[in-house]
C-alpha cells in the first residue's frame, strides 16, 4: 500500500489542482459581481429596490428552508437496523491539545458505553499542560517519549496514548490512522461528551451499508453555567437544530459534504486511501470529506455519507462573543479554502447532484454572510438618514421573513425530536423566543464571524490551539 503522504499527494486539489471547467468559472465569476450589482441599487434607485441585497438574501435563505422541509417532511425516529453480518472492528481517535481538564469525561463516556470501542488511542499534539498526571492517575498510564505509545487493557478495551510533538490537530490524527488497525474509526474531539447507544448507532450504521465511507453523529452544545454561557447555549442549540436537519436533507441527494469532526466515523481504508486529513486545511473534517467524495466519482465507487440520528453526542461550545468569532473565522476560513480547492468540482456534471446542486449552493454560501451584514448596514442608514418612508416597507419584509422562519423552525423542531429523541434545552417558548430575537443579534454575530473568515482565508490560515472549556469543566 502506498504511503499516506503519497495518497494525500495524488488526490488532494490543493496539490494536484484540476482545471477549472466554464460552469465552474461562470459561477465563481458571477457570484461576486451580482452582490456588487445588487449593493449598488442602495446609491442609484428609490423604493423597495433600494434593499435589493436584502431581498435576495431573504429569497435565497427562503428557497433553502423550503428545499429542507421538503427533504425532511417524513423524517423520524427509526430503530437501529439489526446488522446482518460481522460487526465491523470500531475505534476511537480523541484528539487532544492541553485538555488535562475534561480528557477524563471523553474517555469514560466511551469506556461507559454498552457496546464499548475496542481501541481508544489519545492522539496527544504535544500537550505541555498536566495531561500526563490526569492519564496516570485515572487510568496508570506512563508517560510515553514523543512519539511513541503507551497502553492499558480496561475491560474490553485497549487504551492507548501516542505523545505526539507538536504539528496540529490533521497531524495528530494522520499519525493515529497510521497507528489504530480497526476497519471503522471514530473521531472524537476531547472536548466531546458521547451520550448512551451512540457507538451501537454508528457500528449498526456500518454493519448494514458496506458502501458507508463516512457519517456524523447529532451534536448538541454545552456552554456552561455563566450567565453568557445560557445565552449562547440557547441560540446555538436551536442553530444546530436547523444544521443538523439540512445535513440530513442533503445526505438525501447524496450531497452531505459537512462531516463533524468532533463526532464522526470514516472506514480506515477509505481515509488513507485519500492521503487522511489535510494540516494545512482549517477546517480537516471538511476538506476530507470532498476528497472522499471525489475519489468515489473518480474512481466509480459507490461510496455514502451519512447522518446517524441515533448518534449524539454533547460538544463543548463558545460561552463568550470573542471565543464565538474565533471558532466562526476558523469554520468559515477552512470553508472557503475547501470550496477554492474544489471549484473544478462546482457545477460539474461529472460529480452528480453534489456538483450541480450541493457546490453550486456552497459557492453562494461564500458570501451569503456579506448579503445579510451589507442589508443590516443599509436599514441602519437608512433609519439614521430618516429615511423611514423607504425603513418602513423593508421592516415589514423582515417580520415577514421572521414568520416564515418561526413556522418552519417549529414545525422542524418537532421533527427534530422524534428524529433523535432529544429534547432536553429544545422546549417550544424558549425555540419561540430564539427565533424572534436571532435576525437582530445572534444572526449578526454569524455574520461577523464568517467576515472574519474571509481574513483568515486572505490570510492563508489560522491555527488550533488550546480553548478554554467553559461547558464541559462544569461537569467534571
Same mark, same amino acid.
Given at each position: 500500500?502506498?504511503?499516506?503522504?503519497?495518497?494525500?499527494?495524488?488526490?488532494?486539489?490543493?496539490?494536484?489542482?484540476?482545471?477549472?471547467?466554464?460552469?465552474?468559472?461562470?459561477?465563481?465569476?458571477?457570484?461576486?459581481?451580482?452582490?456588487?450589482?445588487?449593493?449598488?441599487?442602495?446609491?442609484?434607485?428609490?423604493?423597495?429596490?433600494?434593499?435589493?441585497?436584502?431581498?435576495?438574501?431573504?429569497?435565497?435563505?427562503?428557497?433553502?428552508?423550503?428545499?429542507?422541509?421538503?427533504?425532511?417532511?417524513?423524517?423520524?425516529?427509526?430503530?437501529?437496523?439489526?446488522?446482518?453480518?460481522?460487526?465491523?472492528?470500531?475505534?476511537?481517535?480523541?484528539?487532544?491539545?492541553?485538555?488535562?481538564?475534561?480528557?477524563?469525561?471523553?474517555?469514560?463516556?466511551?469506556?461507559?458505553?454498552?457496546?464499548?470501542?475496542?481501541?481508544?488511542?489519545?492522539?496527544?499534539?504535544?500537550?505541555?499542560?498536566?495531561?500526563?498526571?490526569?492519564?496516570?492517575?485515572?487510568?496508570?498510564?506512563?508517560?510515553?517519549?514523543?512519539?511513541?505509545?503507551?497502553?492499558?487493557?480496561?475491560?474490553?478495551?485497549?487504551?492507548?496514548?501516542?505523545?505526539?510533538?507538536?504539528?496540529?490537530?490533521?497531524?495528530?490524527?494522520?499519525?493515529?490512522?497510521?497507528?489504530?488497525?480497526?476497519?471503522?474509526?471514530?473521531?472524537?474531539?476531547?472536548?466531546?461528551?458521547?451520550?448512551?447507544?451512540?457507538?451501537?448507532?454508528?457500528?449498526?450504521?456500518?454493519?448494514?451499508?458496506?458502501?458507508?465511507?463516512?457519517?456524523?453523529?447529532?451534536?448538541?452544545?454545552?456552554?456552561?453555567?455563566?450567565?453568557?454561557?445560557?445565552?449562547?447555549?440557547?441560540?446555538?442549540?436551536?442553530?444546530?437544530?436547523?444544521?443538523?436537519?439540512?445535513?440530513?436533507?442533503?445526505?438525501?441527494?447524496?450531497?452531505?459534504?459537512?462531516?463533524?469532526?468532533?463526532?464522526?466515523?470514516?472506514?480506515?481504508?477509505?481515509?488513507?486511501?485519500?492521503?487522511?486529513?489535510?494540516?494545512?486545511?482549517?477546517?480537516?473534517?471538511?476538506?476530507?470529506?470532498?476528497?472522499?467524495?471525489?475519489?468515489?466519482?473518480?474512481?466509480?465507487?459507490?461510496?455514502?455519507?451519512?447522518?446517524?440520528?441515533?448518534? &449524539?453526542?454533547?460538544?463543548? /461550545?463558545?460561552?463568550?462573543?470573542? *471565543? $464565538? #468569532? %474565533?471558532?466562526? @473565522?476558523? =469554520?468559515?476560513?477552512?470553508?472557503?479554502?475547501?470550496?477554492?480547492?474544489?471549484?473544478?468540482?462546482?457545477?460539474?456534471?461529472?460529480?452528480?447532484?453534489?456538483?450541480?446542486?450541493?457546490?453550486?449552493?456552497?459557492?453562494?454560501?461564500?458570501?451569503?454572510?456579506?448579503?445579510?451584514?451589507?442589508?443590516?448596514?443599509?436599514?441602519?442608514?437608512?433609519?439614521?438618514?430618516?429615511?423611514?418612508?423607504?425603513?418602513?416597507?423593508?421592516?415589514?419584509?423582515?417580520?415577514?421573513?421572521?414568520?416564515?422562519?418561526?413556522?418552519?423552525?417549529?414545525?422542524?423542531?418537532?421533527?427534530?425530536?422524534?428524529?433523535?429523541?432529544?429534547?432536553?434545552?429544545?422546549?417550544?417558548?424558549?425555540?419561540?423566543?430564539?427565533?424572534?430575537?436571532?435576525?437582530?443579534?445572534?444572526?449578526? &454575530?454569524?455574520?461577523?464571524? /464568517?467576515?472574519?473568515?474571509?481574513? *483568515? $482565508? #486572505? %490570510?492563508?490560515? @489560522?491555527? =488550533?490551539?488550546?480553548?478554554?472549556?467553559?461547558?464541559?469543566?462544569?461537569?467534571?
Amino acid at each position: 500500500m502506498q504511503s499516506l503522504q503519497a495518497a494525500f499527494v495524488a488526490q488532494s486539489p490543493r496539490l494536484s489542482p484540476r482545471p477549472v471547467p466554464l460552469a465552474g468559472r461562470l459561477i465563481g465569476f458571477a457570484t461576486p459581481l451580482l452582490f456588487l450589482l445588487l449593493t449598488a441599487q442602495a446609491f442609484w434607485r428609490q423604493g423597495l429596490i433600494i434593499w435589493s441585497v436584502g431581498i435576495a438574501y431573504i429569497l435565497y435563505d427562503t428557497a433553502l428552508l423550503i428545499f429542507t422541509a421538503w427533504q425532511i417532511r417524513d423524517l423520524a425516529q427509526a430503530p437501529p437496523p439489526a446488522p446482518t453480518g460481522p460487526q465491523p472492528g470500531f475505534g476511537v481517535i480523541v484528539a487532544a491539545y492541553n485538555e488535562a481538564g475534561v480528557i477524563r469525561l471523553a474517555i469514560d463516556r466511551l469506556l461507559a458505553q454498552a457496546f464499548p470501542p475496542e481501541v481508544i488511542l489519545i492522539a496527544d499534539d504535544g500537550s505541555t499542560d498536566e495531561t500526563p498526571a490526569a492519564m496516570a492517575s485515572a487510568y496508570a498510564l506512563p508517560t510515553p517519549a514523543l512519539g511513541a505509545m503507551a497502553e492499558v487493557r480496561i475491560d474490553g478495551s485497549r487504551l492507548m496514548w501516542l505523545r505526539l510533538p507538536r504539528g496540529g490537530k490533521a497531524r495528530a490524527l494522520n499519525a493515529a490512522l497510521e497507528r489504530i488497525d480497526t476497519e471503522v474509526v471514530l473521531t472524537v474531539d476531547a472536548d466531546t461528551l458521547i451520550e448512551p447507544g451512540a457507538i451501537a448507532a454508528m457500528r449498526a450504521a456500518f454493519a448494514t451499508e458496506p458502501s458507508l465511507v463516512a457519517a456524523t453523529g447529532v451534536l448538541a452544545p454545552i456552554c456552561g453555567p455563566t450567565l453568557g454561557g445560557r445565552l449562547f447555549q440557547w441560540f446555538q442549540s436551536f442553530e444546530y437544530v436547523r444544521n443538523f436537519l439540512s445535513r440530513d436533507a442533503w445526505m438525501r441527494l447524496n450531497g452531505l459534504l459537512l462531516i463533524s469532526g468532533a463526532f464522526a466515523a470514516f472506514r480506515r481504508d477509505a481515509v488513507l486511501a485519500v492521503g487522511g486529513f489535510d494540516p494545512e486545511c482549517m477546517v480537516e473534517d471538511y476538506e476530507l470529506i470532498h476528497r472522499l467524495h471525489r475519489y468515489a466519482h473518480d474512481t466509480g465507487r459507490d461510496w455514502t455519507v451519512r447522518v446517524v440520528g441515533g448518534a &449524539l453526542a454533547r460538544t463543548d /461550545a463558545p460561552a463568550s462573543i470573542p *471565543a $464565538f #468569532l %474565533r471558532q466562526r @473565522q476558523r =469554520w468559515f476560513g477552512g470553508f472557503l479554502q475547501t470550496q477554492y480547492w474544489n471549484r473544478d468540482m462546482v457545477g460539474n456534471a461529472r460529480y452528480g447532484r453534489l456538483g450541480t446542486r450541493m457546490l453550486p449552493v456552497k459557492a453562494l454560501d461564500t458570501v451569503q454572510p456579506i448579503y445579510g451584514l451589507t442589508a443590516f448596514v443599509i436599514l441602519i442608514w437608512l433609519i439614521a438618514a430618516g429615511r423611514f418612508t423607504l425603513a418602513l416597507p423593508i421592516l415589514l419584509v423582515m417580520v415577514a421573513k421572521i414568520a416564515i422562519d418561526l413556522s418552519f423552525h417549529l414545525w422542524s423542531l418537532g421533527i427534530y425530536k422524534r428524529w433523535t429523541g432529544q429534547r432536553e434545552g429544545l422546549e417550544l417558548g424558549p425555540a419561540l423566543l430564539a427565533a424572534i430575537a436571532e435576525p437582530f443579534s445572534f444572526q449578526l &454575530l454569524r455574520h461577523a464571524g /464568517a467576515i472574519y473568515g474571509w481574513v *483568515a $482565508f #486572505l %490570510r492563508g490560515g @489560522q491555527t =488550533w490551539g488550546a480553548q478554554t472549556r467553559t461547558g464541559l469543566e462544569s461537569h467534571a
